[in-house]
């Protein structure tokens, strides 16, 4: 077992944020506008050693402990009211072997900063479709993104992790070392330390993308819904198939990864569905398609979502998406693939048999709004449940112990629980989509 046991160092307090301090009020704000704790303490962390006296700190002085990297939980687990955040903004750095087709990315590294990385090389892995979401948290929940169904989920192409344990304990998860852990950190989320560096495997992938969207009027449109459905399940493994449907209209087509031709080509398989209102035919660099649903308005917006797994996408559950209320932005997005090649025992991420993943995500700026656009958001994800086979552990917000129970079956669960046990008996790593140690409840 390659673990380092650390000499005790205190934190140091020139670089702790508390209230009242430049700087704090910046350090705490996140993706959703929602969220407005105020920590007692933030600590800008750099190395492991670091980690390791923060979290020491934080159980000294009975403080709960949260675990900023990106900040997009949409209830804001990175930052702890009162609590102690471990800010791993600091240690942003990717370093890229391009002859061994590894990246070592650091703990707070965004997605963004991977590809930037990468591209130069024409390589990349899986990375999620927001550049500024943290590679921590994507990974650690599974890691979905437009080169899964080629090359698998983020997870699955983790080499080895670098982890902090409760107990201040550097340790290294991989295939060889400490393989039970390796196997919970791949899907099991931040149940069990802070990882301080992930070792990814990357991809020849090129530096070209394609984009091809169909609107359609939602009302009439469940016939080609249910075409663009039948063809996803057909498609090659470089074209995602997406479906967004907003402000009625449907808007039904998919993202390429790779030539640009071949995509264009493969684009004209479309042309089954009804005739568009309108069609769009992009062509852009794979560092661009990561950016395309970027926040131009930054950390500004209030946001709430609701998803699900649906192993089966059927006609009756088409009916019901496609009539949503037309201020609710729901989203459809394709599995199968390399996602599915991986045994669902094989990792803690779960339910790999999933056709397609949904959500139904509201974002606002009056916060008089709040309790009515969280439950347009609520209503739209209701209307579905009954179709749904689980959940995206990612995408779960504030659904607690029972959402959990949706995103992993209850072998698995067992499975993460005495993982838990072992690594985290006390429980503090507990913000998070919690599964608690056994004889305690989700806090």
């Known amino acids: 077992m390659a673990t380092t046991r650390r000499q005790s160092t205190p934190i140091s307090d020139t670089e702790v944020l508390r209230p009242g301090d430049d700087g704090y009020d910046g350090a705490r704000q996140v993706w959703n506008a929602m969220v407005d704790h105020r920590p007692a303490m933030i600590v800008p962390c750099r190395t492991p050693e670091d980690v390791a006296a923060a979290i020491e700190h934080a159980r000294q002085e009975g403080l709960e402990i949260g675990v900023r990297c990106g900040g997009h939980s949409v209830i804001g687990h990175a930052v702890p009211d009162g609590g102690l955040m471990i800010d791993l903004t600091p240690m942003g750095a990717v370093r890229v ?10 703990g707070g590294a965004l997605l963004g900063a991977l590809d930037a990385a990468t591209q130069p090389y024409g390589l990349a892995t899986t990375a999620g479709n927001v550049s500024h979401t943290g590679v921590g948290g994507l990974t650690l929940g599974g890691g979905m993104g437009w080169l899964a169904r080629q090359y698998g989920l983020a997870c699955d192409n983790v080499v080895s992790f670098e982890l902090v344990t409760a107990g201040g304990d550097i340790v290294r998860a991989s295939a060889e070392e400490e393989p039970e852990l390796f196997w919970g950190l791949r899907g099991g989320g931040g149940n069990f330390g802070v990882v301080t560096e992930f070792e990814f495997e990357l991809h020849e992938t ?52 790779g030539d640009p031709e071949e995509g264009r080509a493969h684009a004209r398989v479309l042309d089954a569905l009804h005739t568009p209102l309108e069609r769009r035919v992009g062509e852009l660099s794979y560092i661009d398609l990561q950016r395309i649903g970027d926040s131009v308005e930054g950390h500004s917006l209030r946001r709430y979502w609701k998803g699900h797994y649906f192993r089966e996408l059927t006609d009756a559950a088409i009916e019901v998406l496609v009539a949503q209320d037309p201020a609710v932005a729901a989203s459809l997005q394709a599995y199968g693939g390399a ?32 309790e009515a656009r969280m439950q347009s958001a609520r209503d739209a994800g209701a209307r579905l449940e009954h179709f749904a086979s689980g959940v995206y552990v990612n995408v779960l917000s504030d659904d607690g112990a029972a959402g959990v129970r949706r995103a992993y079956p209850p072998a698995k669960l067992a499975r993460l629980t005495a993982l838990k046990d072992a690594f985290d008996p006390d429980n503090v790593f507990h913000l998070n989509q919690n599964i608690p140690p056994s004889g305690s409840a989700a806090t």
């Open 206 to 257: 090129g530096t070209r993308a394609l984009t091809v969207e169909l609107d359609f009027p939602a009302s009439g449109a469940a016939p080609a819904v249910a075409q663009w459905r039948d063809l996803s399940a057909t498609a090659p493994r470089q074209a995602t198939y997406t479906a967004d449907i907003a402000g009625g209209v449907v808007t039904l087509g998919f993202v390429w990864i």
């Open 339 to 370: 996602i599915a090649d991986v045994a669902d025992d094989a990792t803690a991420y779960s339910q790999r048999g999933t056709a397609f993943e949904y959500v139904a995500a509201v974002r606002w700026t009056d916060p008089t709004e709040d």
């Open 97 to 106: 072997n391009p002859d061994r087709r590894r990246a070592w990315v650091q």
